[in-house]
């Protein structure tokens, strides 16, 4: 090569090195443009390695023309990088771009289970009574699950028949929630005015009107003079808060240990209105047990059942949960069907 042709060389690569470097569309390209111009094979890089061959005064010219023009290719590729890049991250933010005229996703709420809403209504009837809420704990022992309340080491529900027991000797899963009535007894002196809601477990065989875990709402007075004029009274007032004020109440004579005496509570149906139906069958709807506290069960827990007498009763929240929305199995509550419990969206709150 001599001076001339590395001299035509050189205006043909700035006008052709510029030309590509201005066509390339997108970072790949340009990388190919830039070897293309100013890599070890370009027209370029042949004018270079021939600088060396040329006479003092070609080699000077044509070596600060070289690097004049290699400048400005580096010169223009950087531009054309810079304004790729730009471009590039503009689509990119293009497809990430949020729509804010399309309609927007509904968040979807939950609600409480139908068992949550009636038992919370069932208790609120009684703390408007002026009824303080008791807890305690699913895994009782003996005593409180049994012998304080009065149920003899024969009665059938100390068998495994009806109990869950737990693999430690002594405890089993309470299978009511009057275990709480003890413990409050034993630590609390008279007045006691309580209702203790929770989950209670027995061994069931599992069908439309049976599970092995469900729920009560427990009650418990005792206080000086207190009869059984007072619990009917009481359970009266419920029941006409829970299923309208014109429910009238019946009382037949039942046996629990715990109380005497003691008794099954039907209210007329709110449905029939007591003339019989698909809802109560008779006209009457078994609601709870109740009863007067067994003076035995206050002396266990230390009151003096000559001063203080009191009353109790076991409500079943499924039951009630039932009867009051037309429910015909009782496994639909446990099921977690959605369609199902949706249905109670908003009920009673
Ligand atoms: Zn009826």
Redesign the pocket.
């Known amino acids: 090569m001599d001076p001339q042709e590395a001299r035509r060389i050189l205006e043909e690569e700035r006008e052709r090195g510029l030309s590509m470097i201005a066509r390339a569309d997108s970072s790949e390209a340009l990388e190919a443009a830039k070897v293309g111009v100013l890599g070890r094979k370009s027209p370029f890089s042949q004018v270079q390695r021939s600088l060396g061959s040329f006479g003092p005064e070609d080699r000077k010219r044509l070596g600060m023309a070289a690097n004049e023009l290699r400048d400005a290719l580096q010169a223009a590729l950087d531009e054309r990088r810079r304004l790729l890049a730009g471009a590039e991250e503009a689509r990119l933010l293009e497809g990430d771009r949020i729509d804010v005229t399309l309609p927007g996703r509904r968040l979807r709420t939950g609600s409480l289970h139908p068992l949550t809403i009636v038992e919370d209504e069932m208790v609120g009837i009684f703390t408007r009574m002026g009824y303080r809420v008791e807890e305690g704990p699913e895994i009782e022992d003996d005593w409180h699950n049994f012998e304080a309340l009065n149920i003899p080491r024969d009665h059938p529900a100390r068998t495994m028949k009806d109990s869950l027991y737990v693999e430690i000797p002594g405890l089993l899963l309470r299978t009511e929630t009057s275990a709480v009535q003890i413990r409050t007894m034993e630590s609390q002196d008279p007045p006691v005015y309580i209702v203790a809601p929770g989950r209670t477990y027995r061994r069931e065989a599992v069908d439309a009107t049976h599970l092995s875990v469900f729920h009560q709402v427990e009650g418990l007075a005792v206080d000086e003079g207190i009869s059984f004029a007072d619990l009917k009274g009481t359970l009266e007032t419920f029941a006409r808060a829970l299923f309208g004020p014109d429910r009238k109440v019946r009382m037949n004579p039942d046996y629990f240990p715990f109380v005497e005496p003691g008794c099954q509570v039907a209210v007329s149906?709110?449905?029939?209105?007591?003339?019989?139906?698909?809802?109560?069958?008779n006209?009457w709807?078994e609601l709870l047990g109740a009863g007067m506290v067994h003076p035995k069960v206050l002396e266990n827990c230390g009151i003096d059942a000559e001063r203080y007498t009191g009353f109790a009763f076991g409500i079943g929240v499924e039951r009630v949960a039932m009867v009051r929305h037309g429910v015909s199995d009782m496994r639909m509550f446990v099921e977690g069907d959605v369609r199902f419990l949706q249905q109670f969206q908003g009920a009673g709150v």
């Open positions: 149906c709110f449905k029939c209105d007591g003339t019989g139906c698909a809802v109560c069958g006209g709807i």
